[in-house]
Structure formats: C-alpha cells, structure tokens
C-alpha cells in the first residue's frame, strides 16, 4: 500500500505507511527526548516555573542554530520545544544545554511535567500572592519525581485562575488570606475539574501538602492511573483523612522529599557525558 504523508510532517519525518498498527503512534523510547522512537527527536529543556532569562535563551538559539533544528514552539506547559533533532545530535545537543545550567523537561515520562504560573502580584493588578515564586519552589522541589502517570501542576495568583490550576493535576489558587489547594483535575480527552482538597495559609504549608499528595498518589495509584482517576476512586475524603492527619502528612512529605535526593538526575548530562553511547550510534547496514 502507498505511504502518506502529513501535511503537518516536516521534511525529517518519515513516511508512515498507512496499513502501520495503530497502536505504533503509542510507541515509547527509552531515549529521554521524543516518544517516536523511529522519528527526529523532541527535546524540552526545563523553564521552572515558566521563567527564562537572557542567556537560557541565547543558549536555546545557539543550540537550534548549531544543530540546525527545523522547528520550534512554544507551549502550553510555558516552555520551548525543539523539534526535529536527529537522534545522533542528542548527546552534543544535550551537553550545550547543560552546560548553560538547563536540565530535562520530562515532557516524555510519568513524571512530573510542568508548573505552570500567572504573572502574580509583582506584575498583575489582580494578583494576590507570588504566584510565580511560588510555582518556581514547587517545581524545584518535585522536578525528576516519577510517578504512575504524568503529573501536572499550577498556581494561580488569584481567582480568576488564568494558569487553570483547576485543571490539574495540583493546583493551587491564591486568595489574599492564602491558598487554595485543588486536586485531581485533568485537562485531556475527559476534563475534570479539580476538587477543593483545603486551604492554607503559608507557602510552606503549600509544599508539605505537595509533596504529600504526590506521595500519596506514587504509593497507591495504579500504573497509568491519573489523578483524576484516582481521587474518584478512592474518595476525595480518603484523601483528606490522609493529609489531614498531621503525623500521616508529614511522614509523607518527608518519604517524597528523601526519594527527591536520589531522583533529581538530569538524563540529559548523564548521556551527554556517554551514558547509554549504543542508543545513539547510526545502525550500519552491511551486505550479506
């Protein structure tokens, strides 16, 4: 059968034949870039918080021009993605990257990907708290946490919610008396707004219900179970007995924050500095 090919493909992308099983589009690659093991790569370095600076963007430039990437976009997640990466320019592409301090997005793994933010008090009217701030220390903190599915965090610097923290998996929304913690949202095929699991009233306390929420959902989810799921499942009120227990809440918390220490390893330096070499050697073809 004739191959086809999308309007949408750039000229790196191969032909998909038609009669190909469907569920080859769901192919993952243990390479940390694109999930298509066989097509260019996708790379997304980490912005924490959607935050840049100057020189993340130089470096950004600098590497697309360097390796010659055909596209890039910015996205939802309030990042850059770098399409079109041929898989044997990942190491150099990764090790530019890393020396100018940036680290892997997972966009690609159960993991946490994003958090994203609003402007918040320092630059909106409306803003009620540091919303940014505060999304940059939650993602520092859970960044490299695998998890049964992907995970999506938000804040928001008031009600009006323009980084949809009610879709996500934890979201918070500031108030001027504090925060809103909202879980067990998703903004996929079946969209689920989040449910009010409380409210605090320091960033600190925002962080210790984080973190225990994230380990709550690790240790007892199912594998590719999202929250959203998960919190119907078992009972939001489950849920809150846990957390709400402050023995149960801080152990948690502290369980996460120790797997934190073995789990924050950027893949991008390890196999820029030779981890896993066979995964990116071009396959000799020799006559028989």
């Known amino acids: 059968m004739a191959s086809t090919i999308s309007p949408l493909q750039t000229p790196l992308q191969p032909q998909i034949s038609a009669s190909a099983p469907r569920d080859a589009r769901r192919v993952s690659s243990p390479c940390p870039a694109s999930p298509r093991s066989c097509w260019p790569k996708r790379m997304v370095p980490r912005m924490f918080g959607g935050l840049c600076t100057p020189s993340d963007l130089r470096a950004i430039a600098d590497a697309c021009d360097k390796y010659k990437v055909p596209e890039m976009k910015v996205t939802g997640g309030q990042r850059i993605d770098l399409f079109g990466i041929r898989k044997e320019d990942l190491p150099a592409i990764w090790k530019d990257l890393s020396a100018a301090g940036m680290v892997s997005g997972h966009a690609y793994g159960k993991a946490l990907r994003t958090v994203k933010t609003c402007a918040g008090k320092n630059w909106c009217r409306f803003g009620t708290q540091d919303s940014?701030?505060?999304?940059?220390?939650?993602?520092?903190?859970?960044?490299?946490?695998?998890?049964?599915?992907?995970?999506?965090?938000?804040?928001?610097?008031?009600?009006?919610?323009c980084a949809e923290a009610t879709i996500k998996d934890f979201g918070v929304v500031c108030v001027d008396s504090g925060y809103e913690l909202h879980v067990g949202g998703n903004g996929g095929i079946k969209v689920r707004i989040t449910d009010l699991l409380c409210k605090v009233e320091t960033e600190k306390q925002v962080l210790e219900y984080s973190a225990a929420f994230v380990q709550k959902y690790r240790?007892?989810?199912?594998?590719?179970?999202?929250?959203?799921?998960?919190?119907e499942r078992v009972g939001l009120q489950y849920i809150k007995d846990a957390l709400f227990d402050e023995k149960q809440r801080k152990a948690l918390a502290e369980r996460f924050l120790h797997s934190q220490t073995f789990s924050q390893i950027d893949p991008w330096k390890a196999r820029a500095e030779g981890e896993e070499a066979h995964e990116f050697r071009k396959i000799k073809i020799c006559a028989a």
């Open 132 to 161: 940014t701030g505060l999304g940059v220390k939650l993602e520092e903190m859970t960044w490299g946490s695998w998890m049964p599915h992907k995970f999506k965090m938000a804040v928001s610097g008031c009600p009006r919610n």
């Open 219 to 231: 240790e007892e989810a199912r594998y590719l179970e999202r929250t959203a799921p998960w919190v």
